[in-house]
């Protein structure tokens, strides 16, 4: 059984850190593409960033150069990191493993931004 793990959410002030951790287990780690997925308040799930099997990465334009998402395929983990944090990053921050018609998602982890 496929099992996806979200950890390191939490409260932050804006313009801090965050590193978001996504393990997934019961599967081929290394044969997924993972995204990291956010739901703002309020709002529909929309993509934060991806990343490949060949670690090709994609973002969402508003995240560009504020977060990254390297894997680490020795550890079944991908991450998130993100910087210059803003309240309007404020939101479930989700995590979805896919490979051919299979999707897994996890159940998530909040991230707050706020002083």
């Known amino acids: 059984q496929v099992q996806v793990a979200e950890s390191g959410g939490g409260l932050v002030q804006p313009g801090g850190s965050l590193r978001l951790s996504c393990v997934i287990s019961g599967t081929t780690f290394s044969c997924l593409a993972v995204g990291w997925h956010r739901q703002p308040p309020g709002k529909q799930r929309e993509l934060v960033a991806g990343?490949?099997?060949?670690?090709?990465?994609k973002y969402d334009d508003t995240m560009k150069g504020r977060f990254t998402i390297p894997r680490e395929n020795n550890k079944n983990t991908v991450y998130l990191q993100m910087n210059s944090l803003e309240p309007e990053d404020t939101a479930v921050y989700y995590c979805n493993g896919k490979v051919v018609a299979s999707s897994y998602w996890g159940q998530g982890t909040k991230v707050t931004v706020s002083t």
């Open positions: 990343i490949g099997i060949f670690r090709e990465t």
